[in-house]
Structures are given as structure tokens and as C-alpha cells.
């Protein structure tokens, strides 16, 4: 039997909601992904709060809120405690995606779902891994290896690969094949005949994407179209997701034009957010690697955009044409929502989406087809209190805080009175006997009670003392010939205590936010949230184009197909999306797909029966092994038994080991061994495809290198006369391989 594997999905499934799912390995549970909307609706959350308690580890694949934003929300009120993995951009990228959306949320209400410490307490213990690394779990999840790859869909974004015993699981949730600005494209084509893939419908139906090249004018041509008649552009955004890619096609184009259009890039945390990503360079693409290796120019040194961290600051702009790039991309909250309603009025003016809306919010409202001529908004705004509204919050204020020191005095007194009735009851520890009778008062003696009572008059000794005398304690420090011993752990900064002092920095590299968004999480003037209804005209020009960065519907069928998983699951798409590309690949990929639905379990495991063996100490005594590169290989001829303990072992053979044919191992480049040829004198030149060798001799490659799965296998063909030229060209041929 193979390795044990189900899959249940807690939301994103059959529709567009968050991605979040409970994998298990051999009974090690997996929570891939812990998404969120931005309506940060509770209700989607029920599923992952009945499971809650056995998740063991938990991946992050993307830095936004689809992905993760319900960690903090889980961890404080579900109680999940387990390890949190993520790449280094998906958490620091990420823990900014969450402050932005906090201060957005309590900028227009009186939100408590969770607190920026919350945020803190999730991210603060999340193992950062890079692209490839190998990290073995440990204890329960012994023998289980993961490693997160490149999905080319977000900045850090991870495709996770889950090994155990051999066999790959792997998660591929929007990813994009499509290398871009900053960004290369997916590695998943590189994984072949995975024993289950997981990956999403979200783009089934999409087809006929247009060439980067072709997009990238189109969208150039509608904003500098907008700006040249006197228009406001407004992009709605992620934090700090796609609009960097936006943001370098932008500067780029103001670069080589030499244009003075301001640009400006608005969110609580946009100052923190380039900071980070200038650092990031080793993870995106291999143009700006290359970039800054030779001339030391960082692509993200914006010189034409502004960063802004306040609505405030952008008033204070001079007036005329400009763009703005802004969060939320739902406009739902946040300051495009504000901008929105202040600009939409003017027929002049352009709101450029660059990506689909989540469901139920005012940017997908805005983007069907034909878009609305007018939308009902709710404006809210935090404003201090003021007159009597001040007046009775500091009067309440006053009384919580005179009822809560009396509280503390109370318990204080309680905790003082049952210590000393409690002395008072042992007695003087330092009388011999207590049996021996006291001298009375009234023969000029004193009673211990009066002694007691005058030496702690004022004081409350702690329950474990001992009597009236000073404490002392004794030095235990050890010694050896050289010293005193210590101990290295006092010494060691722990990560967590790294982690912490950094978030204590503002403005600095390693500080998560800028000193005017710090502020504001600092201000704790009395304040109340006012809203009003307002009714939005909209006379502005809506346009929409596909910046999300994922693969295509034909892109992914193709990508699947070359995979070839043993068995997939789909996930995270409509219920039309879902059911087309399930249809495709039962007929195309292979024969066993699951599109299961909200917490129903599916049990994935492979059908191959693998057993562990043990290579027993007589069997290896006696391999001889050759070299092959970095690694040594061996032919064994062996008979499987058992040991004392019940367990499998290969032992050698009882009987005389059966020959075998000679078998070659590696692989060959004709174009090298053309090379190695003419260094030995043979005159060598391709034609038609092969290895023309001297005069009669040709050396050819056949068989389909396109095979389903992406193996394939190839022979090399030796044609011609035997002849001495034929056999001399043969053993070079095969000193270019290992025999076994």
C-alpha cells in the first residue's frame, strides 16, 4: 500500500471564495493555505474551526488575503498553535498585506475580529524556507520532507511539493507559466508523474490570452489616453501583490518616454512595502538578477513614483492629471474606495481594474457587463470625540479605571489576610519546643504573638519564610581547570527575539511599518465612527484588463497533461469552471480526478505498493560500487527475508546469482560527443539529423521524446559496415557510459 493520503477542502471549492484545505499525509495534517475575503466573513470560517485542533503544520502559498488571511484569526480564536511555513516574501509580504487591511478595516469601523498584535503573534513564528529547500518534519511527521518552488504567480508565491516515502504530493494553486518583469514562470512542468496533484479551475474557461508584449501597450495606451485629456486614472490594487509588476511596467514607460505625469503609490504601509521588495531581488526574475549583477541597479529604485502612506498627503498634490495605484482592489474599504467616490463622478477620469473582483464586492459590481450607472455606497470616517461625547468617555473611562484598581486593592488585601493568618497559625519556627510554656505578660515577659506582631507591623512576609532572620543562598556557581563554567544558551539571540526587536524599528529595512502609519497605530485620542448612505453617479470610464498573472485556461490543460499526475483534485473555481476541466482531464490526463465538495474527505492514496526494506550488513559487504558523478551505483542481486525484529531486509542470495545483461548507464549529448570525437582524430559532421562518422559510420538518435508524462526513452543507433573504424567508433561510444 502506498503513502496514506486524503484531501478536505474547508473553502474554495466549486466557487471563488478563499483557499484553504486540510491535507493528510499518513495522518500528519497539512492546512494549505488559511484565505480569507475581504468582507472577513466568520461564516467561511466554520468548517476550518471544527478541525482546528488536529492541524499539525500549516503552508502559506501567496502573501494575500485569498491565501492567508485568516491566520491571525485562527490562530487567537481557534486555538491553532501548530509551525507555520511560508517563503521569506509570502511572510514579510504578507504580515504588511494584513497591517494594511487592520488599519483600512478600523479607519471606517469598529473592527475587532483581531488586533495588530494578533497579526504580530501569527507571523511572528512563521519558517521561512527558500525555493527547493528541503525541510524534514519531525516527531509525528517523521519521513515527511516539504519544499516550496516558484508558482510565478506573486512575489514568492509557492508551489509546495509534500514527499513522503517517494511519493509526491503537490500543491499548485495559481500559478502563471508566463515569465514577466519580475517574475519567472512556474516550475510545475518540471515535476513529472506525481502521485496526486492538487491545483485549481479558477482560469478553465479563460482562453486566448494576448501576448505580454501586446497587453502591456494596451494598457499603456488607455492611461496615457485618460491623462492627456486632463483625467484621473485610478487602480485599484493589492497591497503588495501584483501592483509590482504594475508598478515596473509604469516606471519603465515613464523612463523611455520621458514622461512627467505623477505617479502615485497609496497604502498604510507602501514606503515598508518597496523596502522590502528591493531586497527580495534573489526571487524574481533573472533579467533583474542579471540587471543589478552588472550595472547594481535595483528595478525597484522607483524614480517616478511617489509613495504615499496617507489620503491626506495625495489633497495636498497640486491639481491636474495623475494617476493614483491604491489598496483595496475590492473597494470595499480603504482608500480607493474613498477616491472612487470622489472621482467617479467625472466623465473624464478612468478606474482601470486589473483584476477580477471578489464576489459580492463593489469592484466586481463595477465590472459587469453593462456596468452600473449608479451605486449606493456607505461613507464612514473615524472622528475624535468632541464636547460632552468626550466628556462621558473620560468619565466612563475614569470609573473602569477606579473599579478596576479597587478590584486589585481588594484581592490585595484578601491575599495579605489569608497569608499572615496562615503564619500566624505555623507558629515561631525558631522556638525548640512549642510545648514549653511562655512566660506571661503579667510577669514581665512578652508572648510570641507580641514579638510577631511588632517585627512585621507594616510588612507582609511571604508565606514560605521561615522566621525572623535575613535569607541567605548559597553560590553554586561550578568551576573546572579553567574557570567558571557557562552556559552557551545564556548567550544565543534567539530568532523570536531577533524577529521581536526588529518590529520594534520604524523605518528602517527591518521595521514593518512607516513612522505616519506607526502613528496611527499609536493614537489612541477618543474617537467615534460616523457613516452615511451616499448614492455614486458613475460617469467615468471603467475599464477592465487582466493583470492577475495566472495561467490560461489552454495553458493549464496543456501544463496538466504534461504532469500527467496519477490522481488529481480540483479546487477553487466556479462550479461551470470545475466541471470543464474535470471533463478534460478524465479524458486527457488521467483517469482519476476528484472535485470534491465543502468538508467532504477524499481519499487519494496511491494504488503502488511500496515496502521499506533493509539493506542487511552481509548484502553490502559484498557491493561493489562505481562512481557516476555525485553519486555511487551498484548492481545487487539480493533475496528479501526478515530479521529478528519482523522487519523486511534484502540478504544476499542463497543460490548463485543469475547473469544479466550488461547494462549502460547515463546519457549522452550528440554535440559533445562530436566534440570528443574530433579530438581523437575521427572526422565527424551532422547531417540530417545525425552523427556522420568517418566515411561509412553514422550514429543516430531515435525514439518520442514527447511521451505522455514527459519520460521518454531513446536508443542510439550505430549504422554501418563492421570495419575496425565501426568498432573503434562503438568503444568510444561506450566510454562515454558506465557499464554494470
Given amino acids: 500500500m502506498g503513502t496514506s493520503v486524503q484531501v478536505k477542502p474547508l473553502c474554495g471549492v466549486y466557487n471563488e471564495n478563499p483557499l484553504s484545505y486540510l491535507v493528510s499525509i499518513d495522518g500528519f495534517n497539512f492546512l494549505v493555505d488559511c484565505g480569507w475575503n475581504d468582507h472577513f466573513d466568520t461564516s467561511l470560517l466554520e468548517p476550518l474551526s471544527r478541525v482546528a485542533s488536529t492541524v499539525d503544520a500549516v503552508l502559506l502559498s501567496h502573501p494575500d488575503t485569498l491565501h492567508l488571511g485568516a491566520l491571525p484569526y485562527a490562530m487567537k480564536q481557534f486555538g491553532i498553535s501548530a509551525p507555520v511555513f511560508a517563503s521569506e516574501p509570502v511572510y514579510r509580504l504578507g504580515l504588511l498585506t494584513m497591517y494594511d487591511h487592520y488599519l483600512s478595516r478600523k479607519q471606517v469601523s469598529e473592527f475587532d475580529l483581531f488586533t495588530l498584535d494578533?497579526?504580530?503573534?501569527?507571523?511572528?513564528?512563521i519558517t521561512r524556507l527558500t525555493y527547493s529547500q528541503n525541510y524534514h518534519m519531525s516527531e509525528k511527521g517523521e519521513g515527511i520532507v516539504i519544499a516550496p518552488h516558484a508558482a510565478g504567480h506573486l512575489l514568492g508565491g509557492t508551489i509546495w511539493k509534500i514527499t513522503k516515502d517517494g511519493e509526491d504530493v503537490i500543491y499548485a494553486v495559481d500559478f502563471n507559466h508566463r515569465k514577466e518583469r519580475h517574475l519567472n514562470g512556474t516550475v510545475l512542468e518540471s515535476f513529472v508523474r506525481p502521485a496526486v496533484l492538487i491545483t485549481?479551475?479558477?482560469?478553465?474557461?479563460?482562453?486566448?490570452?494576448?501576448?505580454?508584449?501586446?497587453?502591456?501597450?494596451?494598457?499603456?495606451?488607455?492611461?496615457?489616453?485618460?491623462?492627456?485629456?486632463?483625467?484621473?486614472?485610478?487602480?485599484?490594487v493589492d497591497t503588495a501583490g501584483r501592483v509590482l509588476e504594475l508598478l515596473l511596467i509604469l516606471e519603465q514607460c515613464w523612463e523611455q518616454n520621458h514622461l512627467t505625469y505623477p505617479i502615485y503609490f497609496l497604502t498604510y504601509v507602501s514606503s515598508s512595502t518597496i523596502d522590502y521588495v528591493k531586497s527580495f531581488l534573489e526571487w524574481m526574475s533573472d533579467s533583474i538578477a542579471k540587471s543589478f549583477e552588472h550595472t547594481r541597479d535595483n528595478a525597484f529604485l522607483l524614480r517616478h513614483v511617489n509613495l504615499l502612506i496617507n489620503k491626506s498627503e495625495l489633497e495636498n498634490v497640486p491639481d491636474g492629471p495623475k494617476i493614483v495605484l491604491t489598496s483595496m482592489a475590492?473597494?470595499?474599504?480603504?482608500?480607493?474606495?474613498?477616491?472612487?467616490?470622489?472621482?467617479?463622478?467625472?466623465?473624464k477620469n478612468l478606474v482601470l481594474f486589473t483584476e477580477r473582483g471578489q464576489f459580492g464586492t463593489l469592484a466586481r459590481m463595477l465590472q459587469s457587463d453593462p456596468p452600473p450607472k449608479a451605486v449606493k455606497v456607505t461613507m464612514s470616517k473615524r472622528i475624535p470625540l468632541v464636547g460632552e461625547e468626550l466628556a462621558a468617555y473620560e468619565e466612563e473611562q475614569n470609573r473602569k479605571r477606579q473599579e478596576e484598581a479597587l478590584k486589585a486593592s481588594l484581592i490585595k488585601e484578601e491575599e495579605s489576610k489569608a497569608t499572615l493568618d496562615a503564619e500566624l497559625a505555623v507558629g515561631d519556627p525558631m522556638v525548640i519546643d512549642a510545648k514549653i510554656k511562655q512566660p506571661s505578660s503579667s510577669a514581665g515577659g512578652w508572648q510570641h504573638g507580641a514579638f510577631r506582631d511588632v517585627f512585621i507591623d507594616g510588612f507582609v512576609s511571604p508565606p514560605s519564610s521561615a522566621g525572623p532572620m535575613f535569607p541567605f543562598y548559597e553560590n553554586s556557581l561550578e568551576w573546572d581547570d579553567f574557570g567558571e563554567v557557562i552556559n552557551?544558551?545564556?548567550?544565543?539571540?534567539?530568532d523570536e527575539d531577533m524577529d521581536h526587536a526588529f518590529m520594534q524599528v520604524d523605518g528602517e529595512l527591518n521595521g514593518k511599518l512607516d513612522e505616519g502609519s506607526a502613528s496611527l497605530m499609536l493614537d489612541t485620542t477618543p474617537s467615534k465612527v460616523v457613516s452615511s448612505e451616499q448614492t455614486v453617479y458613475v460617469k467615468c470610464s471603467l475599464v477592465y484588463m487582466d493583470f492577475e498573472g495566472r495561467s490560461d485556461g489552454g495553458s493549464i490543460k496543456k501544463i496538466l497533461s504534461h504532469v500527467s499526475p496519477l490522481k488529481l483534485v480540483l479546487v477553487h473555481g466556479s462550479a461551470e469552471a470545475t466541471e470543464h476541466l474535470k471533463q478534460h482531464c478524465l479524458k486527457n490526463v488521467c483517469p482519476h480526478v476528484y472535485a470534491p465538495q465543502i468538508e467532504e474527505s477524499i481519499d487519494v492514496t496511491s494504488d503502488l505498493c511500496a515496502y521499506k526494506v533493509q539493506l542487511s550488513e552481509k548484502l553490502m559487504s559484498n557491493v561493489l560500487f562505481k562512481k557516476l558523478g555525485d553519486y555511487e551505483i551498484a548492481w545487487v542481486d539480493a533475496e528479501v527475508g526478515k530479521t529478528e525484529s519482523g522487519t523486511l531486509s534484502l540478504l544476499p542470495l542463497s543460490t548463485p546469482a543469475p547473469p544479466h545483461k550488461t547494462v549502460l548507464v547515463g546519457d549522452i549529448k550528440m554535440a559533445d560527443f562530436k566534440q570528443f570525437l574530433a579530438s581523437q582524430g575521427i572526422q565527424v559532421e551532422f547531417a540530417g539529423g545525425a552523427l556522420r562518422c568517418g566515411e561509412y559510420v553514422t550514429l543516430r538518435?531515435?525514439?518520442?521524446?514527447?511521451?505522455?508524462?514527459?519520460?521518454?526513452?531513446?536508443?542510439?543507433?550505430?549504422?554501418?559496415?563492421?570495419?575496425?573504424?565501426?568498432?573503434?567508433?562503438?568503444?568510444?561510444?561506450y566510454s562515454q557510459f558506465h557499464a554494470f
Fill in 118 to 125: 494578533d497579526i504580530d503573534s501569527a507571523f511572528q513564528n
Fill in 701 to 733: 538518435k531515435v525514439g518520442d521524446s514527447s511521451q505522455k508524462g514527459g519520460g521518454h526513452i531513446q536508443h542510439i543507433i550505430l549504422e554501418g559496415p563492421l570495419s575496425e573504424e565501426y568498432y573503434k567508433i562503438r568503444e568510444h561510444l
Fill in 488 to 494: 552557551p544558551d545564556d548567550y544565543i539571540v534567539k
Fill in 200 to 236: 485549481d479551475a479558477y482560469n478553465a474557461l479563460l482562453s486566448n490570452q494576448p501576448p505580454r508584449r501586446q497587453r502591456d501597450q494596451q494598457f499603456l495606451d488607455a492611461i496615457l489616453k485618460t491623462l492627456r485629456a486632463d483625467g484621473n486614472i485610478l487602480l485599484p
Fill in 330 to 347: 475590492s473597494l470595499e474599504v480603504g482608500f480607493s474606495h474613498d477616491i472612487f467616490v470622489e472621482w467617479a463622478a467625472d466623465s
